[in-house]
């Protein structure tokens, strides 16, 4: 497996950006199918943005759509989420996925970073 470490979160008011990054070691994510889900507290854990492994296939959430942008560089290993015009409910840990099928679906996918905590305030 490869793992996974995300950084890049924080505490931001509405309106704001933040950029987050994702690191993989062991094995070259060139490989797999890279995602970003979120879990807000006393919810399940959620799609947000799904990137194939040339980068030629990008999938969002509807509630994200327009606002972030997932991107990869699979000769740093790293992929990462712009996070644009940021709001209240945006606010949950981040977590980014690999996975070997093109799917939105949590299950799907196999190594899971540790998260990193976004909190926007109103």
């Known amino acids: 497996q490869v793992q996974l470490v995300e950084s890049g979160g924080g505490l931001v008011q509405a309106g704001d950006s933040l950029r987050l990054s994702c690191a993989a070691s062991g094995r070259t994510i060139s490989n797999y199918y890279m995602g970003w889900f979120r879990q807000a507290p006393g919810k399940e854990r959620e799609f947000v943005a799904r990137?194939?492994?040339?980068?030629?296939?990008?999938i969002y959430a509807d509630s994200v759509k327009g606002r972030f942008t997932i991107s990869r560089d699979n000769a740093k290993n790293t992929i990462y989420l712009q996070m644009n015009s940021l709001k209240p409910e945006d606010t949950a840990v981040y977590y980014c996925?690999?996975?070997?099928?093109?799917?939105?679906?949590?299950?799907?996918?196999?190594?899971w970073g540790q998260g990193t905590q976004v909190t926007v305030s109103s």
């Open positions: 996925a690999a996975g070997t099928v093109g799917t939105s679906v949590v299950s799907n996918y196999d190594s």
């Open positions: 990137i194939s492994r040339s980068g030629s296939t990008i």
